[in-house]
């Protein structure tokens, strides 16, 4: 057995805020065991970002919220939906976010040619997903004739670079 340093074993105590009178702290490990533990809290952080839209059978591009240049953005959840008459082409809705210098496509679907039809999707993300700063989101709707509309939303996690709390 390996003896953990008291130093590490403090730090985990403070960070994790553990009560020693009531929480069991190992002191030893196996050899091949590490002491890993989330640096991020996420789990007691409310969304404090929420966007929702909604589109009138236009097409085109819709800014859902703007990642200004010093802020950390955290994407949460994602949801979409399109409704079409059997008049509409090809309708293409998505959500797009910049991740790591890419564009990327977050969530996304497709109704096809002479179908009418209503599609709703959401997703949340276990993990949230950091949104490149100085970026937008954005919701695209595509289609060129008929009648589609479209509703969709995000939640997020934000927090300005170097504000104090």
Do not use: C, H, W
Not at 35 to 52: C, M, P, Q, S, W
């Amino acid at each position: 057995m390996a003896r953990i340093q008291s130093e590490i074993i403090n730090k985990a105590i403070d960070d994790l805020k553990l009560d020693v009178a009531r929480d069991k702290i190992p002191n030893e490990t196996e050899d091949k065991v590490q002491i890993t533990y989330e640096l991020r809290d996420f789990k007691n952080k409310t969304a404090g970002v929420v966007r929702n839209f909604n589109t009138a059978s236009t097409t085109g591009g819709l800014t859902v919220y703007n990642v200004v240049a010093d802020e950390n953005f955290y994407l949460t959840s994602a949801f979409l939906g399109v409704e079409s008459d059997a008049t509409a082409d090809n309708t293409n809705v998505n959500i797009t976010a910049t991740i790591d210098g890419t564009a990327r496509i977050i969530l996304g679907t497709r109704k096809l040619t002479a179908t009418a039809g209503k599609i709703n999707i959401s997703l949340s993300f276990p993990y949230p997903i950091k949104v490149d700063s100085n970026t937008t989101i954005v919701f695209i709707n595509t289609f060129t004739v008929g009648v589609s509309a479209s509703i969709g939303g995000i939640t997020g996690i934000s927090d300005v670079i170097g504000a104090t709390k």
